[in-house]
């Protein structure tokens, strides 16, 4: 019975073995693999990083990341703080609407243990911690084509 069960979750990819590679063969003949269990070595884990946003200038705007709007620069809350985890993220910074847009991107997050994207209307996006973690668009004139990429 237990053999069987556990044939089964390892075949659908529900069960990760953690010991050292071909200790334990197991299986009969036919069994996927020449008979053994395939070991996969458990994935690390890597903790959020802190990612800063910080707008300059007096300009009321949005920050959009993954299309989802987290983020309002207005007159007193210039600077946000997030917890993101290790990944690209598509990033939008607009204006009061969501179609003037200022500037957008891919930002990866992940090297450092920490990112301050400082961005304005006028002078573009800058990533203080990893230069290279911003990858902008070239052309964000026209704003409905940026929300299709």
């Known amino acids: ?3 069987a069960l556990l044939s089964s979750l ?3 990819g529900q069960v990760h073995i953690s010991v050292p590679v071909n200790q334990y063969p ?5 069994y996927p693999h020449g008979g053994n269990i395939i070991i996969v070595q458990p994935q690390q884990v890597q903790p959020p990083v802190l990612v800063e946003f910080d707008a300059l200038g007096k300009d009321w705007g949005s920050v959009w990341i993954n299309g989802e709007e987290v983020y309002r620069p207005k007159l007193y809350n210039r600077r946000q703080v997030l917890n993101l985890a ?3 993220y598509r990033v ?3 204006g009061i609407t ?8 891919y930002l990866n ?6 990112l301050r994207v400082v961005f304005s209307k006028t002078n573009g996006v800058y990533v203080q911690g990893d230069p290279s973690a911003w990858l902008g668009d070239r052309d964000v004139r026209n ?3 940026v929300w299709r990429r």
Do not use: C, I, N, Q
């Open 109 to 114: 997050v992940g090297r450092t243990g920490t």
């Open 26 to 30: 197991w299986g009969y003949p036919g």
């Open 10 to 12: 390892v075949l659908s």
């Open 143 to 145: 704003g409905m084509e």
């Open 86 to 88: 290790p990944g690209s």
């Open 1 to 3: 019975m237990f053999p």
């Open 92 to 94: 939008v910074l607009t």
């Open 98 to 105: 969501k179609y003037d847009v200022w500037s957008a991107g």
